[in-house]
């Protein structure tokens, strides 16, 4: 009945999204930001979409936006965060990360993203403990492996108790 009811528009953004109705989810969208600039799910939605445009500095204005709305967004901290990570912003990305950890520390992506934060952040210590927490909740977990041994090889005889010949053992038992 209410053509400007935001909360039944994110609903109709999500269904067409799903329906592959990308175009009308983003007109939807449009319609809903210019209705309510100040809703944090919109902004994170806008940003996804930036990201599958290939529209980068856009889609992270829009999750500094969201996270600005509202800090406990889990979802859109961690976009924040992957983008700063893979822009080599380590410790903004780091930053994220640990908030990310305390909204939803039982999200594996989370532990993983931290652990390569600290890696960047050469806290190698906190990388192992991070990447093991990982490998705690989902054991077979490849990418843990691979992150560890690149922990090790990055590392090298800087790891903790660790000179270059068993760091780079350690790596490659990981790699394995």
Not at 26 to 46: F, G, M, P, T, V
């Amino acid at each position: 009945r209410d053509e400007k009811n935001v909360p039944a528009m994110l609903s109709l953004i999500h269904a067409n999204l799903k329906m592959g109705r990308v175009e009308l989810a983003d007109s939807i969208l449009e319609q809903a930001l210019a209705i309510d600039d100040k809703n944090a799910e919109l902004h994170y939605l806008r940003g996804k979409r930036l990201m599958d445009d290939a529209r980068l500095a856009e889609a992270l204005a829009q999750f500094k936006r969201a996270v600005e709305l509202d800090p406990d967004m889990a979802d859109a901290r961690m976009e924040l965060g992957l983008r700063m990570l893979a822009g080599a912003n380590y410790q903004e990305a780091l930053k994220q990360f640990q908030v990310v950890e305390k909204l939803s520390p039982k999200l594996v992506e989370v532990h993983l993203a931290l652990g390569d934060a600290y890696r960047s952040t050469r806290q190698w210590d906190k990388a192992k403990v991070a990447f093991d927490r990982a490998l705690r909740m989902k054991n077979d977990l490849a990418q843990a492996h691979y992150n560890l041994a690149l922990m090790y090889l990055s590392a090298g005889a800087e790891f903790p108790g660790m000179d270059l010949l068993t760091s780079l053992a350690k790596a490659k038992e990981e790699f394995g």
